[in-house]
């Protein structure tokens, strides 16, 4: 499968329960677009194209970057964001700047996430149902989670099996 080839971000499971898992996420670069969207519909295609330009050569030295999985999209009411990761093999000291304003670099912080996987093709109500059900499980067990939760797609759209998505939400988690 096309996502076997891809280089994928790095993190490490801490804890695994029946239906989610808690992971640690160690700090990446992220090329990312903001929008007012406010539906995965809305902000899928446009953010795409956009962060496509970016690692297709849309930079400062026309340098093609390669493809990473997840791709992250944090979907909210007020302002929305998708997201790529860069190859570990770049810092905010050698990644091209952008030609694109609309396109920022941005480095993460570690982070630990809760996280619920679904198979198949995501859309906002598998999206917003996979949310709401690990929302309910992270208070069911009493881990405490903050911030917006998340979507990664580790699939490019012409893969129709074997399909991979997570939600993510932070979570308050000592090892």
Do not use: C
């Amino acid at each position: 499968m096309a996502a076997l080839k891809t280089e994928q971000q790095k993190y490490r499971t801490v804890h695994t329960e029946k239906e989610f898992e808690i992971r640690f996420y160690p700090s990446t670069m992220l090329a990312t677009v903001y929008a007012q969207a406010n539906s995965y519909r809305e902000l899928a295609g446009p953010g795409f194209r956009k962060l496509a330009g970016y690692i297709f050569g849309g930079n400062e030295t026309d340098t093609r970057i390669s493809m990473t999985a997840p791709v992250h999209m944090d979907i909210n009411e007020s302002r929305s964001a998708m997201s790529f990761v860069m190859p570990n093999s770049y810092d905010m000291a050698n990644l091209p700047a952008p030609k694109s304003s609309n396109v920022k670099l941005e480095k993460t912080e570690d982070e630990y996430v809760a996280s619920i996987s679904f198979r198949g093709y995501a859309t906002d109500k598998r999206i917003k149902s996979h949310s709401n059900r690990l929302k309910k499980l992270l208070t069911e067990k009493g881990i405490k989670y903050h911030g917006n939760f998340r979507f990664l797609g580790y699939n490019p759209p012409y893969q129709f099996l074997g399909r991979r998505n997570d939600i993510i939400v932070s979570v308050e988690w000592s090892e």
